[in-house]
């Protein structure tokens, strides 16, 4: 009873150890591309990096809007004298007292200014902080825009390659088994041996093909998992099973590309520029004030308050505020073309887009048929090969034939999804396998209610 009962548990612990393990990994590879996305999304460090610059200009708006309210300061005096007419100053009727004042005093107090802006210019300053921080934020989402992008694509490589080590698989076993069938043939007498040779020869340059297609696999593979910002990248890949279900609907307008949206931004902060520019050569007014507690002979201190009125005109300074002006209006000059030269980009890339898509639509619809035919021929000549009409040569032609018209076809739909995404990224929009995680989450709860 004993020795069953522990044969039994030795029988059952690895197979539970390995139903764990074969759970973890179906768990780990069923991720689709709209999960990986959100990998990226949360993962890669350029994204962090964006973002963190993002908090460096909003620190920035927030310190050009605390001009607004001036600043106060505490501070301590230290009063040193060695002069015989402040220790004992005479006055009429002459009076003599000894120490009438400390020569040695100390005071505390606060100190404050706060500035009026009469000339505008911290509300330029302020309103071109503002702006910048839209074109930061813009930029960010850019940035975002170019990783999701980035690992769309690259996913979408790895399905094609992966499509293509798939054709060339099937391709090594067929020719594995005709050189078998030679081998007999050769034993027998019915074939001579270069036919071998050459399926061999074939063979062996398949299984090179094959070697070279797995190396860009790992490159692929690395390069998404540094956009994941994971160390590797090992989920299974599946082939494309099916062209996109819907296509993007664009009508040209670039408005909501976020690189266009953040040289917008910047142009209208360029333009409040030049208007802090030119208030720099304009009056400027400051109400300044003290107050200080003084320790007399006494020790009780007395208490010392002053407020005054500070105006400021520039009159002189070598030409430094009109060079200031000049330097922001042609700055501002920059940006304008830089926007001008991005909507021409923008443009083009909708038009080259567009006719990407086009064309890898076509060319599926082509490869299809090319691999209906080609199956149609495989067929054809594995019969006659059966009737004994036909050479293994020709044969493993024929089924090479349809391999790389498989491949092709594959290739082809890859593109197609690519091509889509290419359309979506020229027009701003993420890529069409990306979902948010509220679409996410939705998605996980249908599925676990089924």
Same mark, same amino acid.
């Given at each position: 009873m004993y020795d069953s009962r522990t044969k039994a548990q030795s029988v059952a612990l690895p197979l539970l150890v390995a139903g764990i393990l074969l759970y973890c990994c179906v768990s780990a590879q069923a991720r689709d591309l709209a999960e990986i996305l959100q990998q990226v999304e949360k993962n890669t460090p350029t994204l962090k990096a964006a973002h963190a610059e993002t908090a460096v200009q909003n620190a920035v708006a927030r310190q050009a809007g605390s001009n607004y309210y001036g600043e106060i300061d505490a501070q301590i005096l230290s009063s040193n004298y060695n002069e015989v007419r402040m220790i004992n100053p005479i006055s009429y009727p002459v009076t003599m007292q000894e120490n009438l004042f400390d020569d040695n005093q100390i005071g505390y107090g606060l100190t404050g200014r706060l500035p009026l802006d009469?000339?505008?210019?911290?509300?330029?300053?302020?309103? #071109?902080?503002?702006?910048?921080?839209?074109?930061?934020?813009?930029?960010?989402?850019?940035?975002?825009?170019?990783?999701?992008?980035?690992?769309?694509?690259?996913?979408? %490589?790895?399905?094609?390659?992966?499509?293509?080590?798939?054709?060339?698989?099937?391709?090594?076993?067929?020719?594995?088994?005709?050189?078998?069938?030679?081998?007999?043939?050769?034993?027998?007498?019915? #074939? #001579?041996?270069?036919?071998?040779?050459?399926?061999?020869?074939?063979?062996? #340059?398949?299984?090179?093909?094959?070697?070279?297609?797995?190396?860009?696999?790992?490159?692929?593979?690395?390069?998404?998992?540094?956009?994941?910002?994971?160390? %590797?990248?090992?989920?299974?890949?599946?082939?494309?099973?099916?062209?996109?279900?819907?296509?993007?609907?664009?009508?040209?307008?670039?408005?909501?590309?976020?690189?266009?949206?953040?040289?917008?931004?910047s142009g209208e902060a360029a333009d409040a520029e030049v208007e802090a520019a030119f208030a720099d050569r304009l009056p400027d007014l400051n109400l300044n004030g003290t107050w200080s507690k003084n320790q007399g002979v006494s020790g009780d201190g007395e208490d010392t308050w002053s407020v005054f009125v500070k105006i400021q005109v520039p009159l002189w300074d070598g030409g430094g505020r009109r060079a200031a002006v000049s330097r922001a209006e042609s700055g501002r000059t920059v940006v304008r073309h830089q926007l001008a030269a991005l909507r021409y980009q923008a443009q083009a890339d909708v038009v080259a887009a567009r006719a990407e898509l086009h064309a890898a639509k076509v060319s599926y619809q082509a490869t299809i048929a090319a691999v209906n035919a080609a199956r149609e021929t495989a067929r054809i000549q594995t019969d006659r090969f059966a009737e004994g009409r036909l050479s293994a040569a020709d044969l493993v032609d024929a089924e090479a034939a349809l391999a790389a018209a498989r491949s092709g076809s594959a290739l082809a739909l890859t593109r197609w999804w690519q091509a889509e995404d290419h359309l979506r990224r020229a027009v701003g929009v993420e890529p069409l396998a990306y979902a948010t995680p509220a679409k996410m989450a939705q998605a996980h709860g249908s599925t676990s209610q089924n």
């Open positions: 009469i000339n505008g210019r911290i509300t330029a300053k302020v309103h #071109a902080a503002d702006k910048q921080l839209e074109a930061a934020l813009a930029r960010e989402g850019n940035v975002r825009l170019q990783v999701l992008h980035g690992a769309a694509d690259l996913y979408h %490589s790895l399905e094609g390659v992966k499509a293509l080590e798939i054709a060339l698989e099937k391709q090594i076993k067929a020719l594995k088994a005709h050189v078998q069938v030679a081998t007999v043939s050769i034993e027998a007498g019915r #074939a #001579a041996p270069v036919e071998k040779l050459r399926l061999v020869a074939d063979m062996e #340059a398949v299984k090179g093909k094959l070697a070279t297609l797995r190396g860009q696999e790992q490159g692929i593979r690395a390069r998404l998992a540094a956009l994941m910002g994971t160390g %590797s990248f090992s989920d299974q890949i599946q082939p494309v099973p099916s062209p996109p279900t819907q296509d993007t609907k664009t009508t040209g307008d670039i408005t909501n590309r976020p690189d266009v949206k953040a040289l917008q931004s």
